[in-house]
């Protein structure tokens, strides 16, 4: 079950990153031209709940791996891969996740499709940095991590 969630979690990156990029590029096409914001708003929600099913996954598998059993133990942050799975990953997507939320929940009520589209733009722009500085790509050896799913 674990094997299967975590490259369910992997992959599910892919599509995560994939439409917040979408989102970002007409968030800001739709600021500079001035369009209107339905034509963003369902890519947008759709990168949300994108985001929130990667989260559950990833708490499932944050509590199936016992990474949380970890913070109990004396010296887990002197290693690089347990300091990163225990702490710095989860809270810099958790973090992420709630940029992201908080830019489309305040978008919605807002007046003006250029600030609606500003509002996505720059919050889905931050949210999308952090999560690739928090994501234990393959180059990242001191991680373990070694391939690309």
Do not use: C
Not at 68 to 74: A, D, L, N, R
Not at 83 to 103: C, N, Q, W
Not at 123 to 139: D, M, T
């Amino acid at each position: 079950m674990e094997t299967g969630l975590l490259h369910l979690h992997s992959l599910l990156r892919w599509v995560v990153l994939i439409i917040m990029v979408l989102a970002i590029v007409k968030a800001y096409q739709g600021k500079k031209n001035a369009l209107p914001f339905d034509r963003i708003k369902k890519l947008a929600l759709f990168s949300m709940i994108a985001l929130h099913l990667q989260l559950v996954i990833g708490l499932a598998l944050y509590f199936l791996n016992g990474w949380h059993k970890v913070w109990s133990q004396g010296g887990f942050m002197g290693v690089t891969a347990t300091r990163f799975f225990t702490m710095e990953h989860l809270l810099m997507m958790v973090i992420s996740i709630g940029l992201a939320t908080a830019g489309y929940s305040t978008a919605k009520r807002m007046e003006g499709d250029v600030k609606k589209n500003n509002r996505i733009f720059v919050f889905y722009l931050i949210a999308l940095i952090l999560i690739l500085a928090s994501i234990p790509w393959p180059f990242r050896t001191a991680l373990g991590v070694d391939s690309w799913i």
